[in-house]
């Protein structure tokens, strides 16, 4: 069965430092992988996905992930962190045959002014 | 762009009772979850429905836990009777497909069960 594995529960930068979450997942083949967000008292908003093809994905806010079969990682970074950032990530795996999304525990982020 | 309303937004009961959360797509889509999320289980897919059909309930935690979809506009998520570790976050998601298609969240009900 497929896994997902976020190492940190809690992270904490001062904003305009870079942030990197980790994401490590466990599947077969390759899967596709998301990364979603989610702000206090709100449902998960899509940050960026990876099907295939560039390894490197980019999405909104600023986001991006790489995606790296030999570490079966795919982390997200941000080079500028703003204190709007601050929220719940969560990283999902979806199976390729079948679909259903399986979610990290999600990390929390703080960002100090 | 894709939207899903969800209601109530937060339900307080007492252990025993029924509760009904709702989902309302408010836009197109094919595919439809619900999803609970806990501080000790994180967010767990309950059941999707593809065209108004539960296709995979497997995540439903127990008898008491119960979805339905008559149409495409409208889903329920009871649970009767209701217990304490029953408390959570419910979600409803949309999507237009399964195979790495993006997942629309609502925002979510906000269940404490007494």
């Known amino acids: 069965a497929q896994s997902v594995t976020q190492p940190d529960i809690h992270i904490t930068v001062s904003e305009g430092a870079s942030l990197e979450l980790r994401c490590n997942y466990s599947?077969?083949?390759?899967?596709?992988l998301f990364w979603y967000v989610q702000s206090p008292g709100q449902g998960l908003q899509l940050l960026l996905k990876?099907?295939?093809?560039?390894?490197l994905v980019q999405g909104i806010k600023g986001f991006e992930a790489e995606f790296k079969r030999s570490q079966s990682s795919f982390n997200l970074r941000k080079p500028s962190v703003h204190w709007s950032d601050a929220a719940e990530y969560f990283c999902?795996?979806?199976?390729?045959?079948?679909?259903?999304?399986?979610f990290g525990q999600g990390t929390i982020l703080t960002v100090h002014p | 762009d894709a939207g899903v309303i969800q209601s109530p937004r937060h339900e307080v009961t007492e252990m025993g009772q029924e509760v009904t959360l709702r989902c309302k797509p408010i836009?197109?889509?094919?595919?439809l979850f619900w999803y609970r999320q806990t501080m000790m289980r994180g967010l767990e897919l309950l059941i999707y429905?593809?065209?108004?059909?539960?296709?995979?309930d497997s995540g439903m935690p127990e008898d008491r836990f119960s979805a339905k979809m008559p149409n495409a506009s409208f889903s329920t998520l009871k649970i009767q009777p209701s217990e304490p570790r029953d408390s959570a976050v419910y979600f409803c998601?949309?999507?237009?497909?399964?195979?790495?298609?993006?997942?629309?969240f609502g925002p979510g009900t906000r269940l404490l069960v007494l």
């Open positions: 998601a949309i999507s237009t497909g399964l195979l790495g298609e993006t997942q629309y």
């Open positions: 599947y077969g083949a390759t899967p596709y």
């Open positions: 990876y099907f295939s093809g560039d390894t």
């Open positions: 999902a795996v979806g199976e390729r045959s079948y679909g259903k999304l399986t």
């Open positions: 836009s197109g889509h094919d595919y």
């Open positions: 429905f593809n065209n108004n059909v539960p296709i995979d």
